[in-house]
């Protein structure tokens, strides 16, 4: 497909492992989706990356790896512990999370996965001290949950460490009036000191239905039924409700009240993401004993498959749609966006001056009065060239699919030219940046580990560590790492977020690894990249929880 193709394509925070999962969180964390055909342009590195690494060479680049969390973590631990972040260029510290260390809590099993038992035992000190009934301002749910109550449960899984259960109950504890709804759909924050549920009564699909895992495993290892029906009481609502008039996709606001959507926006951007991502995740961490989160999960991935990859609007899609993925192997649908997208997220990376990519993204921008193509520069009204990904695989199965599908094909990277960025319009590029700035954030290097683990190809890790490479030698100070203005023009901001560590270096860390010690048969991310085991329930819990099986 030509890369003249025009997508209406823009991404939010860009999550999410088998073929589906893999798939999953790709589709969730990035709606985007680019298809082109190269322009003569110098070839480097960045185009080229291939051949046989030896296992030697993989160890000493995990070992690097490491040296950048150990750099971070000591520059965290120097200046700014026990607050949350650190702020790596002036090393003064920040309290955007409750004040109670997200950046310990975010970064004690991935100290676990490295080794670093020093580092892992100073931290179980914080986390011990730290006090919930406290915090230096409104508690938010939504993160509390994937970021503290997610890094306790896995370090618990990987230490057996008792301390942490008995501190995820404490924190569990003091945010249980985020649930004193009528519907059991959880406020925005809570008052931890006044115990009361904070926020408007219109919640956001990804903040309210991204607490499935967490509770779930809380529930398996304490045997305590009211953690079990926190979650399935948000599954059963969705279950309950009538999405016929968006196809069977879950809208992204809801009535706290009533429990009803309260309009049929769509979304697998950052208010949606996570949420799709959980119902595929609950299934697998359930030993694949939870058949309602899966046909929900199954539901609701076919509304993606069937709009245009990234596009925020609902398309009257039902019937046709249907009907045109019956022609299909669903998993090789989802391979083959999960691929393309992973690559149009690298392509972002390849493309920039610094080698990071951008935060947000528009591809082939369209207004109300055009579009702008590549074919002449200028600003034309609508045409026909406006289309479905999936379109564009009909139209290669038709005609013989030869060739690799759509969006697969190996490309160059496009750097634009200071003018071409002056002037706004990227000289042989098929998108524009919304948000230049790099963040350091991990779903790019989540994608590629995860592509690699499932596929054994090589060039994801390649790819992975040659963003590594671009981290070190643009984000890095002298206490730890920095997120960036732009991509484009570099210029460091006075940020280093916890899920740096939580996130981004482990994935980059266990790419490294050619013994993964996180099976994707036998382990579950959640939406923080803490890792929890998957188990099957026994027949007392099933009793005990009423748990449906079938």
Known sequence: MSRRTHYQVHTNRPTTRNLLYGAVILLGLYGLFRTMTPYDVESDEWDSISGLVSPATWQVRAETVKGAFLHAYHGYEKYAAPHDELKPLSNGSSDKFNGWGVTVFDSLDTMLLMGLKE????????????????????????????????GLLSAYALSKDSILIQRAEDMVKRLDPAFNTPTGIPFFSVDVENQQGQGAEVGILAEISSLQLEYTYL??????????NRSATINRLFANTDLKDTGGMLPVSWNLISGKPLDT????????????????KLYLLTGKTDRASLEMY????????LQQLGNERLYGYAGKGYRQLADYNLKDIHMWAAEGLAQTCYLTYADSPTGLGPDEMMIKYTNPEGTWTRVDGDWKKKSDQTHLWMEAVDRWK?????????????KKRIISTAEDRWKGVPNGRDYMLRKSG?????????????????????????????????????????????????????????????????????????????????????????????????????????????????
């Open 119 to 150: 580092e892992y035992v100073r931290g179980l000190e914080i986390v011990k001290s730290v006090d919930f009934t406290t915090s230096t301002q409104y508690v938010p749910y939504f993160e509390t949950i994937i970021r503290y109550l997610g």
């Open 265 to 280: 926006h769509l979304s697998v951007g950052a208010q949606a993401d996570s949420a799709h991502e959980y119902l595929l």
């Open 219 to 228: 529930a398996k290892l304490t045997g305590k039924f009211e953690y079990y």
């Open 398 to 410: 038709n005609s013989g699919s030869r060739g690799v599908a759509p969006g697969l094909a190996e």
């Open 438 to 550: 790099y963040l350091l954030r991990p779903e790019t290097v989540e994608s590629l580990y995860l592509l690699w683990r499932i596929t054994g190809d090589s060039k994801w890790r390649e790819r992975g560590w040659a963003i590594f490479e671009a981290i070190e030698k643009t984000t890095r100070t002298a206490s730890g790492y920095a997120s960036l203005y732009s991509v484009e023009t570099g210029g460091p901001d006075d940020s280093m977020p916890s899920y740096f560590l939580a996130e981004t270096l482990k994935y980059l860390y266990l790419m490294c690894l050619d013994d993964d010690p996180i099976s994707l048969d036998k382990w579950v991310f959640n939406t923080e990249a803490h890792p929890l085991p998957v188990f099957d329930w026994t027949p007392e819990e099933i009793r005990r929880f009423n748990v449906a099986i079938g």
């Open 298 to 305: 199954n539901l609701k991935s076919l509304g993606i498959d």
